[in-house]
């Protein structure tokens, strides 16, 4: 009998996930609440920066946002099959693995930020625009940086030397 437990496991770590969650969430009914929507009531804070208020009706890059709304099903559905996947792992880990837990916290933490969107509203609130010039990155939000921070730890992770002793 192992006497690796739940306390002892990564699950630990999902209070990260809460706190980007509710961060994210917080964010976006603040954007709703007070700025008008669309590109003509952005603010500008840099002059590469715009924070502005938009929909996202598909996924990342608003890919498939044309659609007639069985994307927002499709995206809603990977959102929970990743969520469970990323638990399962975490609790494979132990608290202690610091990198992984954090990559899996924060990509859960952003997956439901993002599905709350979709389930409350339909679509996803974006709020983030960085431009060079005329060229603006498609706008996006707290949750997707979680989701792309916690996406690039994992490949870095896979670049990192590993102690074989453990």
């Given at each position: 009998?192992?006497d690796?437990?739940l306390?002892q496991?990564?699950?630990?770590?999902?209070?990260?996930a809460l706190?980007v969650?509710?961060?994210?969430i917080?964010?976006k009914?603040?954007v709703?609440d007070?700025?008008g929507y669309?590109w003509?009531n952005?603010?500008?804070?840099?002059?590469?920066f715009?924070?502005l208020?938009?929909h996202?009706?598909g996924?990342a890059?608003?890919?498939?946002?044309?659609?007639g709304g069985w994307?927002r099903?499709?995206f809603t559905?990977?959102?929970?099959?990743?969520?469970?996947?990323?638990?399962?792992?975490?609790?494979?880990l132990?608290?202690?693995?610091?990198w992984?837990?954090?990559?899996?916290?924060?990509?859960?933490?952003?997956?439901v930020g993002?599905v709350f969107?979709?389930v409350v509203?339909?679509f996803?609130v974006?709020?983030l625009?960085?431009?060079?010039g005329?060229?603006?990155?498609p706008?996006?939000?707290?949750?997707?940086m979680g989701i792309?921070?916690?996406?690039?730890?994992?490949i870095?992770?896979?670049f990192?030397?590993?102690d074989?002793?453990k």
């Amino acid at each position: 009998m192992s006497d690796f437990s739940l306390k002892q496991s990564g699950v630990r770590w999902l209070w990260l996930a809460l706190l980007v969650f509710l961060a994210d969430i917080g964010i976006k009914l603040f954007v709703m609440d007070n700025m008008g929507y669309g590109w003509a009531n952005r603010i500008e804070v840099l002059p590469f920066f715009n924070f502005l208020y938009v929909h996202n009706y598909g996924a990342a890059f608003s890919f498939l946002s044309d659609q007639g709304g069985w994307q927002r099903w499709l995206f809603t559905g990977i959102a929970f099959v990743v969520t469970g996947m990323l638990t399962y792992w975490m609790s494979k880990l132990p608290a202690t693995e610091k990198w992984n837990n954090i990559a899996y916290a924060i990509i859960i933490g952003g997956a439901v930020g993002n599905v709350f969107d979709r389930v409350v509203h339909g679509f996803v609130v974006d709020y983030l625009d960085f431009y060079w010039g005329t060229y603006h990155w498609p706008a996006f939000n707290l949750a997707d940086m979680g989701i792309c921070i916690g996406a690039a730890m994992i490949i870095l992770d896979g670049f990192r030397k590993k102690d074989e002793s453990k």
